[in-house]
């Protein structure tokens, strides 16, 4: 008796966390995990009286965020909207020529390789001919940056689930005489919405870092200065509170927006994708 109770305690101490635990658990491990790595950073830089000027601490950058945000409100609404506009071009483009793809082995065999050759070309090495090319449009040269490091991830995930359709349906809805329309929005759409998701959660942050590059690349000739524009003019300045400051609002606005793309593909998904429900 006392072994059959040893061996059901260890079984129960085994047991897999449930749902609710488990989400939870994502919440809680990364606060507590950022909570000691502030506490760290703060520590280090009191202990060691290091000057703010090289390192400032997460309390002197809170205070300058505070302090500051009337001049970081504009600018970091500026860099959100170059984002924005940036991801919603590469929504609505990589999801086109992802449903051209899937229509058409030989346009995606023709053009697939291009896509790959915009990815993998250095953005740093790009943007200043965006910009000479441009002439005097600036923020569209911005939002053009973007969209190039934002617009692959769309494609080559969404392409992966059109194609990633159960064969046996496939042939369903061809036995039934399905018309493209009706097999691209009743099975193909279905079937790659958790891959086009994951693809968002991707070129969402790819996005603001596309526009954070782009606004260091045009640097002071931006029509209204973003947040790379701030960094670089707090840079000049040698205002390092300053830089830190800016720095932490853009890595927020980038947890923002993933964890945001995250909730929206736990609701759109948490019916009937193993993804959402595990």
Not at 55 to 76: D, F, G, Y
Not at 217 to 239: C, K, N, Y
Not at 253 to 271: A, D, K, Q
Request: glycine residues 4%; neutral net charge; proline residues 6%.
């Amino acid at each position: 008796m006392h072994k059959l109770a040893d061996a059901n305690s260890e079984v129960n101490d085994d047991a897999p966390l449930t749902a609710g635990a488990r989400r939870w658990l994502r919440l809680f491990a990364p606060l507590v995990m950022g909570a000691a790595i502030l506490a760290t950073w703060e520590a280090v830089v009191r202990l060691n009286n290091i000057p703010p000027y090289l390192l400032a601490s997460p309390s002197v950058i809170a205070k300058t965020i505070v302090a500051e945000w009337p001049t970081l409100a504009p600018a970091w609404l500026v860099t959100l909207k170059t984002m924005l506009v940036a991801l919603a071009a590469a929504v609505i483009v990589g999801a086109a020529a992802a449903a051209l793809f899937a229509s058409s082995r030989v346009l995606e065999a023709t053009l697939f390789p291009y896509a790959v050759m915009l990815q993998v070309t250095p953005l740093v090495a790009v943007a200043p001919f965006i910009v000479l090319w441009l002439n005097d449009r600036v923020w569209l040269a911005q939002v053009l940056c973007a969209w190039i490091v934002a617009f692959f991830p769309i494609l080559s995930n969404t392409s992966i689930g059109l194609r990633s359709a159960d064969v046996g349906q496939r042939d369903l809805f061809d036995l039934y005489g399905a018309t493209r329309w009706q097999k691209l929005h009743m099975l193909l759409a279905p079937s790659a919405l958790p891959y086009f998701l994951a693809g968002l959660k991707i070129s969402a942050n790819l996005a603001l870092v596309g526009a954070i590059v782009g606004e260091f690349v045009i640097g002071p000739e931006a029509e209204h200065p973003g947040l790379a524009t701030t960094i670089l003019a707090s840079q000049f300045r040698q205002d390092t509170p300053m830089m830190f400051a800016a720095l932490a609002v853009v890595s927020l606005t980038g947890i923002v927006v993933f964890f945001l793309v995250h909730l929206l593909s736990y609701w759109l998904l948490r019916r009937w994708h193993e993804s959402a429900l595990t």
